[in-house]
Structures are given as structure tokens and as C-alpha cells.
């Protein structure tokens, strides 16, 4: 069993850069097993993919809204991923997910095992 929980989120003003922190653990977590991402859902809209960071290679992915101002990263000695948010746009706001998947696909929320609680994020205009 993993655990993930995610920290971070706040009220932001646009233009603002935030950190997202995503903490997992569990007896079988390693990061060489699980494609680790990140995905949101803004009100009324459906969860989206945001971010992931590949088991297999360690590349990175990106939603092509967020590309150039989001950037995921992990942290194998803390068992730790995070989501830097920069140029907050008022769009960006949702409730933003952390994931792991021990399937190997990238963009496919079906693929995700273990998910966390969300943090929720709020850009003003």
C-alpha cells in the first residue's frame, strides 16, 4: 500500500509562484516503481492531467497549458514530488492531485493506483 499527501496550495495572486509538496510513503515505495504525476480539477470540469515524471526513464511531461511554467521534480531521498507552479494564471486554479502509477503510462488517470487527497490552489486575478 502507498500513501500519498499532498501540501502546498493557497490563496496566490496571478502572476504568483507556488510549490507544490507531495509526501509518499509505504512499506513497498520505491520511486523506480511508480510513474509519479500530477493532475487537477478546477470546478466543474473534469480531472485533468497536469505533470508526470517517468519510473523508466526520469523524463518529464507536460499538459501544453502549463509547459514552460510548471516543472515536476522528485526527491529520492525524501520519497517527496513536487509541482513548481510559476506565471499563476486565475485558470490555474483547482484542486491539484499527486499520483503514482506502477503501470508505466503516463497521461492516463485509469493507470494510477494510488492517489492523495488534493490541495487545493486559488490564483486571483
Known amino acids: 500500500q502507498v500513501q500519498l499527501v499532498e501540501s502546498g496550495g493557497r490563496l496566490v495572486q496571478a502572476g504568483d509562484s507556488l510549490r507544490l509538496s507531495c509526501a509518499a510513503s509505504?512499506?513497498?515505495?520505491?520511486?523506480?516503481?511508480?510513474?509519479m504525476g500530477w493532475f487537477r480539477q478546477a470546478p466543474g470540469k473534469e480531472r485533468e492531467f497536469v505533470a508526470a515524471?517517468?519510473?523508466?526513464?526520469?523524463?518529464?511531461f507536460y499538459e501544453d497549458s502549463v509547459k514552460g511554467r510548471f516543472a515536476i521534480s522528485p526527491d529520492h531521498a525524501k520519497n517527496m514530488v513536487y509541482l513548481q507552479l510559476n506565471s499563476l494564471k486565475p485558470e490555474d486554479t483547482a484542486v491539484y492531485y499527486c499520483a503514482a502509477s506502477s503501470r508505466g503510462s503516463i497521461y492516463s488517470q485509469s493507470a494510477y493506483n494510488y492517489w492523495g487527497q488534493g490541495t487545493q490552489v486559488t490564483v486571483s486575478s
Open positions: 515524471i517517468s519510473r523508466a526513464s526520469g523524463s518529464t
Open positions: 509505504g512499506r513497498t515505495f520505491t520511486f523506480n516503481y511508480y510513474t
